[in-house]
C-alpha cells in the first residue's frame, strides 16, 4: 500500500466474500486490493497494518 519494504507483517481476513459486502461501498484500499487479487493475506508495513486495526485505512501513504 505505501511502498515500504520495512517492518513487513501479513493481514488477514476471514472469508474474500466479507470484502464483496454491498452494505460497505466505500470499501477502503487494503480491502479493494485484497478483492482484486482474490487472495486473504496481504503482505504490508507495520505503520499501515496497524491503521487498518485502528480503523485508519486511508492514512497518508509512507515510504
Not at 480491502?31 to 491503521?51: G, Y
Amino acid at each position: 500500500m505505501c511502498d515500504s519494504r520495512n517492518q513487513i507483517e501479513v493481514h488477514h481476513i476471514r472469508k474474500l466474500a466479507d470484502l464483496n459486502r454491498h452494505d460497505r461501498p466505500d470499501r477502503p484500499a487494503w480491502a479493494h486490493l485484497m478483492a482484486k487479487r482474490r487472495r486473504k493475506p496481504i503482505v504490508i508495513c507495520r505503520p499501515c497494518h496497524k491503521d487498518i486495526h485502528a480503523g485508519r485505512p486511508n492514512a497518508p501513504t509512507r515510504n
